[in-house]
């Protein structure tokens, strides 16, 4: 059974930094690709990052670009996203997700950059 546990939200001032954790289990890690989406409160979940499943590429949306890091362990079973800079739009609950198995979703971590 896929699953997929993240860890590492919390409250932070703008300007802080955040390392969130997800630790996949369930299938063979190191086949796929890993994908962080964020919800915010009204919103559709978007995508965050990705990192292919050697971890040779990535790919970021526009709005976190050069503050956020995406990268993996694929002997830990492990995703990682090192957020800094981060803003108060930033705000959200975040998700990651297997590329291959794209309908299995954990329970999130709650993110809230506020001051």
């Known amino acids: 059974q896929v699953r997929v546990v993240e860890s590492g939200g919390g409250l932070v001032q703008p300007g802080g930094s955040l390392r969130l954790s997800c630790a996949a289990s369930g299938f063979i890690f190191s086949n796929s690709a890993m994908r962080w989406y964020r919800q915010a409160p009204g919103k559709e979940r978007e995508l965050v990052a990705q990192?292919?499943?050697?971890?040779?590429?990535?790919y970021y949306a526009d709005s976190v670009k050069g503050r956020f890091t995406i990268s993996r362990d694929n002997s830990e079973n492990t995703v990682y996203l090192q957020m800094n800079s981060l803003k108060p739009e930033d705000t959200a609950v975040y998700y990651c997700?297997?590329?291959?198995?794209?309908?299995?979703w954990g329970q999130g971590t709650q993110v809230t950059v506020s001051s």
């Open positions: 990192i292919t499943y050697t971890g040779g590429s990535t």
């Open positions: 997700n297997a590329a291959l198995f794209p309908g299995s």
